[in-house]
């Protein structure tokens, strides 16, 4: 069985296939300092301007020696010291050997650095060594890592701190970069209060566009935030006509699904084209999308964890792609059951679960507690989502089960 039980679903594969193939990057670029450029999506691959390192320098430190002295095991004379940023800029010539620190620049004529620890004997400026030494020991070839006009980033990468420093070391100052994708964030409910205010019987916080403006910074987006509308047809036309008008894209929680005051979906049908209602995926069936004159509408359901699973797996990599990213599907492992979980067949489930490994290396799994879609204590203390699909039903301990680990810019 699959999503034709549930009259109207489409599976989540087929919901991500249908919106990343409705959406293309957009063509801003801006230049920026490289500090700048963590979490942003390059517009150009980047090349390597120089060598690294750009010269033979020691990974140690100890003595830098000609090789076929030290096998003569003659003592070698110590004729100078080569710092990091102070190179000995003689050559070592034959018999003699130069004191060295990491880092420091091999000097002409010697091929070989010796650990300080292996030094045996040392009288006035003669020195012994002991122990097993290979010719090229502890020396950092030029262009080792890195050699000149070789690529180092491809477009489109998205630039973490590693890659900030990895283009430090190049001396890459500015990098080009996609502009911020311009997200819209609202929630819809009269129900809903800002934090910082008195809650009245059937108010709750709206912790939603919280949530989703944390994500959406993690991810690296520009958040124009248009806080909460209450459920009027008229209030919510005007804020959305608004964010169309400034964003690229328009998220909204609530309001979504088939109750007497879900508006969103006739109002995104009358200002624009919906293109999609509920999705085989719990939480989060109700999830829609459509398009207004500028930008892409996706519409949340207000069920915090929907909320909160929707963006992950569905409007996340539709927003990448328009950021000029390429989104990668997630890496599942294969986990062992510690309890038995109920499901039945029809949509994809997405359970909150914690991972662990035992000492055999086999990975452990376990739900964090109970699953419902406002239920929010269960996320605290998970490190993964159990994925089950449509077709897979009720599971005993001891099973295997996918788990999708959760990763940065997600959870
Ligand atoms: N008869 C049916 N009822 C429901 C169905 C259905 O198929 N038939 N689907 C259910 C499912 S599944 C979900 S998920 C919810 C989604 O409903 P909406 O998207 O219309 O969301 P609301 O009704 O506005 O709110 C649902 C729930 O979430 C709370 N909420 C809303 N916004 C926020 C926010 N910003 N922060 C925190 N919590 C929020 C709201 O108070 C409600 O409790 O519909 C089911 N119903
Ligand atoms: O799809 Mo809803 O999120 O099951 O509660």
Redesign the pocket.
């Given at each position: 069985m699959s999503c034709c039980d549930q009259p109207g679903l489409i599976s989540v594969n087929d919901a991500l296939n249908k919106l990343l193939a409705a959406v293309k990057p957009h063509a801003d670029y801006e230049e920026l300092p490289l500090p700048q450029a963590l979490h942003r999506y390059l517009a150009q691959p980047i090349y390597a301007l120089v060598d690294n390192p750009a010269w033979h320098n020691s990974a140690m430190d100890g003595y830098a020696v000609r090789f076929a002295d030290y096998q003569s095991g003659q003592p070698l004379t110590v004729v100078g010291t080569a710092l990091a940023g102070k190179p000995y800029t003689k050559s070592v010539e034959k018999g003699q050997c130069v004191r060295i620190m990491t880092g420091a620049p091999i000097p002409t004529g010697a091929d070989t650095v010796i650990m300080q620890e292996q030094l045996c004997e040392k009288r006035s400026d003669k020195v012994i060594f002991s122990g097993e030494v290979r010719q090229g020991d502890h020396v950092r070839l030029k262009g080792e890592d890195i050699k000149q006009g070789k690529i180092l980033l491809p477009a489109k990468h998205q630039c973490s701190a590693a890659d900030i420093g990895f283009l430090a070391a190049q001396g890459i100052s500015t990098v080009t970069v996609y502009r911020k994708l311009k997200v819209g964030l609202l929630?819809?409910?009269d129900?809903?209060k800002a934090l910082g205010t008195t809650l009245h019987l059937g108010d709750?916080?709206?912790?939603?566009?919280y949530?989703l403006n944390a994500l959406l910074s993690n991810m690296g987006c520009d958040v124009h935030d248009f806080g909460?509308i209450a459920?009027n047809v008229q209030l919510i036309k005007d804020t959305l006509i608004k964010a169309n008008n400034q964003c690229d894209v328009i998220i909204t929680?609530?309001?979504?699904?088939?109750?007497e005051?879900?508006y969103?979906k006739d109002i995104i049908s009358e200002l624009g084209e919906l293109h999609l209602w509920?999705v085989a995926i719990?939480?989060?069936?109700?999830f829609a999308y459509g398009w207004l004159s500028n930008a892409l509408f996706l519409?949340?359901?207000?069920?915090?964890v929907?909320?909160l699973v929707t963006f992950c797996k569905l409007a996340l990599p539709a927003m990448v792609k328009m950021t000029g990213g390429e989104y990668l599907p997630p890496n599942y492992l294969c986990a062992t059951l510690t309890h038995p979980l109920k499901k039945r067949q029809g949509r994809t489930e997405y359970i909150r679960s914690h991972y662990t490994s035992n000492n055999e290396g086999e990975l452990l799994v376990t739900p964090t507690g109970k699953q419902g879609?406002?239920i929010m204590s269960s996320l605290v203390g998970a490190n993964c989502f159990i994925v089950l699909d449509e077709n897979q039903e009720s599971m005993v301990a001891g099973e295997k089960v996918m788990i999708e680990v959760f990763q940065p810019p997600l959870l």
């Open positions: 929630s819809t409910g129900e809903l709750i916080y709206d912790s939603n566009r949530m909460i459920d929680s609530g309001g979504v699904s088939v109750g005051a879900d969103i509920k719990k939480p989060g069936k109700p519409g949340l359901p207000g069920n915090p929907s909320a879609s406002a």
